[in-house]
């Protein structure tokens, strides 16, 4: 028997998960979504096939799962009055509200904080989980059932690494970009065309992605074994190292990592004066 599946909120991270999860061979019928609007519900209906409507506490009666899937600045309006049922599990995807918080609000001990990344709207994304010690383990793979509808789940032991996730993978989609429009540029301004430069960008770093992952090594050696000696590739990857690339990326992490706790404890606040 599939888990009955409540989202709260129908944006485009809780549509990749219905979709993933309907996918995967998740019934519809097991599967509800609660939206602000009428129209929204409407479009939700006809794009899935699912129950949806406007009224959160209506949709979440009874779930087995509840999936939190509005904006962190949302979320304490948006649970309010939501009681889950006893053995009931909670996920929440929204960045920055702790899992006492939530399990305050709720009056539930069971949560997961989920961080996923963009990829998940194409299937293909990864997301950190964090949950107290004491969380089943029944309540873990429930939470791997929803997320790992959407690409690969990883957990981690301490809540605060949630913020960690978010420098490394949550961000990380936008390092490739710009990796990838850096080394476009840099083409360009070797002479390259700039359409041909932005293919052989885009389709090298896909293509090195998928190498890794099929070798199944780490890239270190990988690296190494693309790297001849006196070659030309010798010649960039020292440059980049003499000019401190490892450093940057470190302290670049550590930038966002400082931003996501102080973001934490900003929506924190916000939050207890919301629900004074």
Same mark, same amino acid.
């Given at each position: 028997m599939?888990?009955?599946? +409540?989202?709260?909120? #129908? *944006?485009?991270? $809780? +549509?990749?998960?219905? #979709? *993933?999860?309907? $996918? +995967?061979g998740h019934p519809a019928q097991r599967l509800r979504v609660a939206v602000r609007s009428a129209d929204s519900a409407a479009r939700l209906r006809q794009r899935f096939g699912v129950a949806t409507g406007t009224d959160n506490v209506e949709t979440a009666a009874g779930a087995d799962i509840l999936v939190l899937a509005v904006k962190p600045q949302q979320m304490a309006e948006a649970v309010r009055g939501l009681r889950p049922q006893p053995g009931a599990l909670t996920i929440s995807v929204a960045a920055g509200v702790r899992v006492a918080t939530l399990a305050q609000w709720l009056g539930s001990a069971a949560v997961v904080r989920a961080m996923p990344n963009t990829p998940a709207l194409f299937r293909c994304g990864i997301s950190g989980l964090y949950a107290p010690p004491e969380l089943a383990a029944t309540a873990r793979a429930q939470a791997e059932h929803v997320l790992g509808s959407v690409g690969e789940t990883c957990w981690v032991e301490r809540e605060e690494q949630i913020d960690a996730v978010t420098a490394l993978s949550g961000c990380g989609p936008a390092y490739y970009f710009l990796l990838t429009e850096v080394l476009r540029d840099a083409g360009t301004a070797l002479g390259l065309d700039p359409a041909v430069a932005a293919r052989l960008a885009h389709s090298t770093f896909v293509g090195a992605a998928q190498m890794a992952r099929a070798a199944g090594e780490d890239v270190a050696l990988l690296r190494a074994q693309v790297t001849s000696k006196g070659g030309s590739t010798e010649a960039a990857v020292a440059h980049l190292e003499a000019a401190g690339l490892g450093r940057i990326f470190r302290e670049a992490l550590a930038a966002a990592d400082s931003r996501a706790r102080l973001r934490g404890e900003e929506l924190a606040q916000q939050a207890a004066a919301a629900r004074a």
């Open positions: 599939y888990p009955l599946i +409540a989202f709260i909120g #129908g *944006g485009n991270m $809780a +549509a990749s998960l219905i #979709g *993933g999860l309907l $996918a +995967a």
